[in-house]
């Protein structure tokens, strides 16, 4: 019960995200739509996948939104999308229908009783080492790809 | 031993290449003597693996799934062009230093020579057929590269990229043999199938059979694909020596000898080659006869002789055709070096602007009419022995028409042959240049070749034991050097050859009195001279792919929804695929 | 107690829906870089349920972290870039920004 009230929150929240036509009522609807599935996934029996969603999922990417779009202002364009959305919708439904027809006989498949299982440091870094270590490359490439582009920003504003 | 050998062939010459390009365009001499020291220890490794000859694999390198095993067997068909190549590598090397003398950009040059080399010998020595695309297209790219040595010549630059995408569509058939090949044994190792043509398919071996002679016939330049190898004369000679003579053009021929056991079954697949070989050899022999630059009437005629060798392969002679190439591969190579110390000294490849040469070059004049004697296959040289025993072969298990044809254009060979020595060495002067006969390097790599064109045929007997020893499932007869002689000579067919070939000769030197049958013929000459309307099927080609090109650039938006459009329809494509396909 | 998950599993689908529908139809910049997100939560739930599915929770749990690390950054990266598009270009409108038009 609890479960199919939280979905029907992610989806209203996401078609909010992309209908509103003020680029921060659709942050904020987003931030909202992370919320949501942080509380999903704690339902799911993931406490600290759920925790981590939320702070970066509705905190940073959120604040970071907020930011990007002031500095770029909100331009709503009124001219009609290259593609019909009928024939957007008719890609979308054909790609999942047939992926459903090719799943069907997973909905079979019963889900084991819930126990929560707290993910173990442990299991991270012996399961996963190279993961782990992949995405700490990852943080510094991005804190690094930012501090790139934001000092072009200011040097080009301090020569102009 | 062999082991060792075959890594020295193959290993030699691209270390040698890698050595000249690190050497510098600064030090030419070092160059020079570094590619000629390379190419040289080449062949004598190769000299020395023809006494290591067997049937069984002789190198295996675990490659991972999907690349298979990586083996080399040295066998006598093998071993036999791995010399041809190394040797005549090593002589056109030797003859490039005279003749690339104060060229720029000598390492790319020697560099590619040397890569060459090797890649070709890798070629025949493998019995991988993805490893054996893997040289092909290794000695399709140093064909483009030299081609295109003068990249300011926009004719040259034209007739390699030419070159390349002829032989490039060819080397396609050759992949899906070879990924055909893997689908239904398991393993690239054609030395199965040959032995054992039923472990495959019918129809998947029919594909294959005819898969492999679009690949052969694209890179010997032979009917439909002839058009690449005059075009190709752009190039420096002593390269249109070795590889468009004696050796890359030698790898379609390769293909088809070695899986003719395995072919022979398939039916049509014989007749196709005879007709392949037969329409190649008497169209270019006609253009040859109205052709005015020396390099062309050259490339002409290999085109036509390897039509010959293609001819005796379709007839069951493998062991005619492989002397015919050995004999071919000499003599060419002698024609065409000898043509360049002419070119050379001249400036120009005009036949025209020729004329009573033979005074001032008397060396080049002799090694000249040597080579142009063998290709006419006037008794006593290796060109009459190994060309009879094609039409004999021809005369025994072809059909009579194909004989008939190929008999005519040995007569033709033999006009157009003397039509070239005439143009050059005799007659009146057409220009008051003065010419030197070839300096001492070219000297060196002429005088083994013309020795090569007189007696190799000499060779004959233990070339067969050779073939016989170690290709058992080919069939091949050992015979002695005296059984072929005798074989050759007591045989009707040599007659009526050596009659056709006086033919040519007498109405050569008579052809004052046949203007007439030259007027009668003179559609013959004008569609000759336009290469039959091959030349304009190939723009075509090209201006419609271009239109095509052209049109499908609409598809390129740039716009983020029509990509991601795009993706989702692949997508649904695929998903489809699956579930259609179970 | 066992269940079978159908809603879990057709809230993803559905949301997966939005995302891609989105992708295909909005002209904005920003509204792409909000897509992904969309589509990237859908992701991750899908890949918490089948690590439940199949019983290799641990597996699945890390990498939704993965996924989280890496679409965090592309989230910030993606909106980095769309400030400098603004920047040299003036505007964040797909259709104006077409210089990979072929």
Known sequence: ?160 | MASTLIFLVIGLPWIGALLVWLAGDKRTTVQHILAILFSVASGIAAVALLFNTSNATVINLDAGGVFGQFTFVADGLAVFLAVVATVIGSLAVIFSVDYMRGEKALGRYYAMVLFFIGGMAGLVLTSNLLLMFFFWEITALCSYALISFHNDDPKAVAGGIKALIITQLGGVGLLAGALLLFSQTGSYDFNRMIADPGIIDPRILSGMAFGCLVAAAAKSAQFPFQTWLPDAMEAPTPISALIHAATMVNAGVYLLARFFPAFKGVPGWTTAVILVGMISAILTAIMALVANDLKRVLAYSTVSQLGYMVFAIGCGGVYASQFHLFSHSIFKALLFLAAGAVIHSVGTRDMRQMGALGKQMPLTRFVFIIGSLALAGIPVLNGFWSKELVLEAGLQHGPIWAYAFMLLSAGLTAFYTFRMVYMVFYGKPSSEKHVHDAQPAMKVALIPLAAGALFSWLLAGPFSSLLHNSLPAHEIHAITTTEVLMEVLSAPATYIALAVVALGLIAWWQRQHLGGVAHAFRWLTAAAENSFGFEAINSGIVRLTQGAAQKLRTTQTGLLNWNIAGLLITFIAVILILVVGG | MTTIPYIDMLTVMIVFGIGLYTLLITRNLIKVVIALQILVKAGMIALVLAGRINGQVMTGQSIALTVIVADTIVAVIALALAVQVKKHHGTVDLSKLRNLKG
């Open chain 1, 1 to 160: 019960m609890l479960n199919a009230l939280i979905a029907a929150g992610i989806i209203l929240c996401a078609i909010q995200a992309i209908r509103v036509k003020k680029l921060i009522a659709a942050a904020l609807w987003l931030a909202g739509c992370s919320a949501l599935t942080a509380l999903m996934l704690y339902l799911l029996g993931a406490p600290e996948i759920a925790v981590i969603e939320l702070s970066v999922g509705a905190g940073l990417v959120t604040v970071l939104f907020i930011f990007a779009i002031n500095i770029i202002g909100d331009e709503t364009p009124v001219r009609m999308p290259a593609i019909p959305p009928l024939v957007a919708w008719l890609l979308v439904i054909l790609s999942f229908g047939t992926l459903a027809y090719l799943n069907l006989p997973l909905l079979e498949i019963e889900v084991p009783t819930l126990v929560t299982i707290p993910m173990a440091a442990s299991s991270i870094w012996e399961d996963r080492a190279l993961d782990v270590i992949l995405q700490i490359v990852l943080i510094f490439a991005g804190v690094l790809g930012i501090i790139n582009l934001i000092s072009d920003n200011s040097s080009r504003e301090s020569k102009a």
